[in-house]
């Protein structure tokens, strides 16, 4: 089995974002991290590969900073790691990175399983995952809580996805790309064996040559979509209003009207 | 001069940080109102192998290097003081202890177990009528053919009533006209008859920390248990201090961070008189100052850590780490509750925790009073150090890892 996970660095949870006047949105001097959902990925992808053999890929397309990613995914246990950058993928939307990593994913060959997590923290697409499968031709398994059982000698896998209206079990051909979702597992730290490795592992970087992909698909020029304004949002508002009553009960009971009464219940 | 972090100590303080939010966080309110140890962190923290961080592979630790452990300790001390203790008593005090001192078959027999989390130990210097002046202490060790017969009692230990090895100071020769001449080192088994052990309640702070007093009655401790030769124990205990009051010292640095970073989110979420507290100059004196203290205790971390890993004695370092540090970290602490105001002063949030932890480690591993006369001694050229039959030895990434 060879599992590739896609990972993306982010800027940390508390992290505060602002956008200047130009539209320049920066994250001051927050420490970059692996994307926390990405570590689902990586745990799924450890998992799956100590119970069927094989080896893990983690791969980013990224500038230099991506390497905190790698690092980290490597130092949870993945065996290889590659990072793909070119400059001219500065500015690349969710079409450009697709298109970027699908390339690297054919690029390697024998991949049986593609990993990603379900979004990014920081721009929140949901998209690149299932824009990977397609690109690739191979069955996209979005929103997946749970791997019910992989066989990779019949090429199948067979998971369930977590939706709005309930679960969904599906079953797919190998290879096919996994978006997995929090709560499929809970992603192992970062051990010490692991910490040294990442430290000195060397991390191959791959030129767009490198993945036989075309410099006018990629970056600003060969996205989609355009940023005519970017804006930070208005802060929340809102009104606390507390709740007064003699028991618990009759506090509950009040709340319970004014939900139905705000139709939130 | 080159102030960064190399990759692997940068992991090490994220991957240390992660576990402490992730499994102290959530629950050390409830731990510390019922004054109870988390002993499920603590079995966390030994499978991940913090509890070794800094032993060599080959005695079953993680082989990273002395700044890893300050790092790990800042981090634990950021969420709360109790898991930092352990570090503190457990690695800094028994392992490196161990490493430092311990023979071959000893080093296997006590410090892989320990390092890699299997047993918890301790160290065991205190007693009721014993703290700064160490050569009071009244614990005798009395040889009888291949045994020594230990009697006397222990007090503030920690982990007192959950370690399995006990690193005991006793008095092997009671009547030496150099009191501290008379002192040795034994490693005491839990498991040894006459060996007792109890909690200590009503503490100030670290209550989610295991606090507590050894009874040892007749308790016979073979020949091949003492560590050091016959009257070094009071060497021993000394150096065993520069290591653990390293790790206080990079402990109470977390503290001032927690310190620092609950009063800033606090100072922008608090208005009065129609604007942000974060505004008030006062209050932004405070928070300066947490900053400066913050960045001046990491350094002398750093520095303290730095020799240790190049091999060079730093008593005097250490020492002026920990008085600067702990002190800083209870004026940050009692700053951050002046800050909260009124919230600050209940338990609903940290800092009054904080400010309750803080207090010990001013009067633990060496109060401020006697670490003003050691850096007194220091300057004045009335105390300098003596190389010792075993150092701490200089970490060597080669021998460490493999």
Redesign the interface.
Known sequence: MHIVVCTKHTPDTEAKMTVDGAGNVSWGESPLIINPWDEYAVEEALVLRDEHGGKVTVISMGPQEALEALKHAVAMGCDEAIRIWDETCAGSDTLATSYVLARAIEQMGDVDLVLFGKSAIDAQTWQVGAAVAKRLGAPSLMYTIKVVELDPDARSITVERLLEEGRQVVSATLPAVVGTTKGINEPRYTSFIGIRKAAKMEYPAWSLDDVGAESDKVGASGSGVRWPEVFAPPAREGEAEMIEAETVEQQAAILVDKLLAEKVI | MDFSL???QE??R??VR??AERKVSPVIKEYDRSHRPNLDALGRMAE??ILG?CIPVRYGG???DYICLGLACEELERVDTSLRVVMSVHTGLNCLGLFQWGSEQQKQRWLVPQARGERYAAYALTEPGAGSDVVALAATARREGDVYVLNGEKMWISLAAVAHNFLVFAKTDPRAAKAHRGISAFMVEREMAGVTTGDIHGKLGVRAGSTGWISLADVEVPVENRLGEEGEGFKIAMSCLDNGRYTVAAGATGLIRASLEASVAYAHERRTFGREIAEHQLIQQMIARMARDYEMARLLCWKAGWLKNQGQRNTRETSLAKWFATEASFTAASDAVQIHGAYGYSDEYDVERYLRNAKGACIYEGTSQIHELIQAGYALDHRGDRPLRCELPAYDPGYW?T
């Open positions: 190399t990759s692997e992991m090490t994220q991957m992660e576990f991940l192998g961080i993680a082989g990273m890892q």
